[in-house]
């Protein structure tokens, strides 16, 4: 089964204050560059969705085995900027949305939800009982997806769907409900 991870980094930062992705983490790299690199220790293909203007991250990273991703609608929301990737990756039987900001997630817990999932399943893991990202979304969500626009995000079709196909994965990874917003949450 064809799955890739969408990696959404179109966003502006404005609780940080800055470009949170470029954002030094104890690891002494960028919040977006160990992001990436958990994604591709995982060996899974992925694509990453910026903003249409956003020429400092994407020629950085344009040489990281991903496609990029220019996403003119990005100003509109997470909703918008997912609209956009999911188009890039209609050719995937099921794709992994994940956040930039989040760069504790294990490669592990990429593997163990690309393998759980399937074109008509959302899979969401589960560190102790609370639910997490990234989530895989199957291919039958796709037109769903597209028709996003808003800064709500795959929320609603995770609520649409939850009791017909959303399946709860358990995960020993604390990093899938730690992401980044202010410069605090990276200490």
């Known amino acids: 089964m064809s ?17 949170k992705r470029l954002a030094l983490l104890s690891n002494g790299k960028t919040i977006i560059q160990t992001t990436i690199d958990q994604i591709k220790i995982s060996g899974l293909p992925f694509k990453i969705c910026v903003a249409s203007d956003d020429v400092l991250v994407s020629e950085k990273f344009q040489c990281a085995g991903a496609e990029i991703i220019f996403c003119s609608r990005s100003h509109r929301g997470i909703g918008a900027t997912l609209s956009e990737g999911i188009e890039a990756a209609a050719h995937w039987q099921a794709t992994l949305i994940a956040l930039a900001d989040m760069p504790w997630v294990a490669s592990s817990t990429y593997l163990t939800l690309s393998r759980a999932a399937s074109s008509d399943s959302i899979c969401v893991p589960e560190f102790r009982g609370s639910r997490g990202n990234p989530v895989a979304l199957g291919s039958s969500f796709y037109p769903e997806l597209r028709a ?7 929320r609603q079709v995770l609520e649409k769907w939850q009791n017909e196909h959303l399946r709860l994965i358990p995960v020993n990874d604390a990093g899938v409900l730690r992401d980044v917003d202010t410069p605090q949450d990276v200490i």
């Open 3 to 19: 799955i890739g991870v969408l990696l959404l980094a179109a966003g502006r930062s404005r609780r940080f204050g800055q470009d």
């Open 148 to 154: 996003l626009d808003t800064d709500i995000g795959a």
